[in-house]
């Protein structure tokens, strides 16, 4: 990244409505591909599981506009 690329910015979750929040996260999990567990979860679970981690602050979601995308990310 060059010295003059911008900065990511944070997208806070209440921003946006239900749909893209919707649209953003299943984009995300669909990019991050397969369970390797035991058991198969459903779209609506791993939906859920992450809107809670966007919810309690423990992920955030991100725009790079170098590259024009959306991304989610852990928060430390």
């Known amino acids: 990244m ?3 690329a911008p900065e990511a910015v944070v997208i806070p979750v209440h921003e946006l409505s239900e749909a893209a929040l ?8 669909h990019r991050e591909g397969t369970d390797y567990g035991e058991v198969e ?3 609506d679970t791993k939906v859920a599981d992450v809107m809670r981690q966007l919810e309690e602050g423990c992920a955030q979601i991100v725009f790079d ?3 024009e995308s959306i991304t989610l ?4």
């Open 22 to 29: 919707r649209g953003v996260v299943e984009s995300y999990i």
């Open 41 to 43: 979860r459903s779209l």
């Open 65 to 67: 506009p170098e590259s």
């Open 2 to 4: 060059s010295e003059d």
């Open 73 to 76: 990310v852990v928060v430390d």
